[in-house]
Every structure is written in C-alpha cells, then in structure tokens.
C-alpha cells in the first residue's frame, strides 16, 4: 500500500523534513507534497497576474492574487491526498493551515493535527474534525508506520 501524503501548515521550522526523513529511513512507501514553503515565492505567486498601468501595490490585491493562485496548488494537492498533516505552530497563526483541515473536513478527507498542548482550546473545532492530533513529529510518524504496516 502507498499512502499520499499532503504536509501543511507552519512554514517557519523542519517538520516537514522531519517526517520525511523519519519516514523515508523506516522504508516507508508515501509520496509527500506540500505548499509552497519559501515565504517570498508563495507571496509573490500572483505578480505575474498584474494589470499593467495599475496601482495595485503591494497590498490586499497582490495577496489576494497571490492566494488564489496557492489555491490552485493546494486544492489539487488536499483532493490528490490520502490524508493530510496540518502543522500548526508557535509563533504565527496559521490561518491558512486551519482553512485546509475545514477544506479537509469538507471533503471528509482523513488529517492529523500537529501542535503543541498550549494551543488545544484556540484549536478545538479543528481538532474535533481531526482524526488524530498529535504534539511531535515522532506520533505523526508512528501513526503513518502504523497504517502502512
């Protein structure tokens, strides 16, 4: 069995490579994706999109751009996956990351959250919708091993 599996969330720490690495050095047959994670690039993804002779600048309507062009990569991406890890960290919100565990729970599409304990009750409803949450990299891991196995 390989599982199709879709890492979203904080952009700002190495989850993602965590768990690929972990995954990867237990033999573990899943195809990761993602959205884009350099900051810059996923901002500027709409630039391309401006009208000329605009005063668009570089506020609401070049995020606005910007965003419905990440949507296309990852709504193809959630639709694709056999479940999504959806990060949520520390430092910023992740408004992003909780619009694709809603996208997620819409499509009745299997996720685990990964967070920290500090951050349960902001993030109940998504955790209610989840299938599993998890605090570190090593219970995403374990969980995966454990439906490929």
Known sequence: MQLNVYLSGEIHSDWRAQII??????????????????????????????????????GFWRDHRSAKVNAIRTKTMIEACDIAIIRFGDKYKQWNAAFD????????????????????????EVDAAAHAWATNVDQVVETLTYLLK
């Not at 995954?23 to 993804?45: E, P, Y």
């Not at 630039?47 to 005063?55: E, G, P, S, V, Y």
């Not at 990964?114 to 993030?123: K, N």
């Open 21 to 58: 690495q972990a995954c990867q050095k237990l033999d573990l047959n899943i195809v990761f994706s993602s959205a884009v994670t350099d900051h810059d690039q996923s901002d500027s993804a709409g630039d391309q999109l401006k009208q000329a002779n605009t005063d668009e600048g570089q």
């Open 101 to 124: 565990a809603g996208y997620c729970a819409a499509l009745s599409k299997p996720y685990i959250t990964l967070h920290s304990e500090d951050i349960i009750h902001p993030l109940k």
